[in-house]
Nanobody, 123 residues
Framework: VQLQASGGGLVQAGGSLRLSCTDSRRTSSNNGMGWFRQATGKEREFVAA????????YYAESVKGRFTISRDRAKNTMYLQMSSLKPEDTAVYYC?????????????????WGQGTQVTVSS
């Protein structure tokens, strides 16, 4: 598995961004995937996860109703559509592949990680 995250950037509060995560080696199609984020000086935290076929999704309470996770297995790509962004969403966002078909919320459930993409939300 080799993950490449992209789509981060600088956006004003209330704006939107879409993150993408592509598995260039095409080996994650039967695994759950997820997004985590880490703000400066804080622990890495769970954001959202999706099962292998997209049938189940999970969100952190802080992003429910604002973020949407999806995946296109044919393109080996996972997405995170972020709307109504807030300054507290500012962080480096990481994508990850889970050990199993249904992804969990704990970082220990994931064994492959992308390099991260910076999201900065200005007030």
């Amino acid at each position: 598995v080799q993950l490449q995250a992209s789509g981060g950037g600088l956006v004003q509060a209330g704006g939107s961004l879409r993150l993408s995560c592509t598995d260039s080696r095409r080996t994650s199609s039967n695994n759950g995937m997820g997004w985590f984020r880490q703000a400066t000086g804080k622990e890495r935290e769970f954001v959202a996860a999706i099962s292998w076929n997209g049938g189940h999704t999970y969100y952190a309470e802080s992003v429910k109703g604002r973020f949407t996770i999806s995946r296109d297995r044919a393109k080996n790509t996972m997405y995170l559509q972020m709307s109504s962004l807030k300054p507290e969403d500012t962080a480096v966002y990481y994508c990850a592949v889970a050990r199993q078909a249904v992804a969990g919320t704990g970082a220990d459930k994931y064994n492959y990680w992308g390099q991260g993409t910076q999201v900065t939300v200005s007030s």
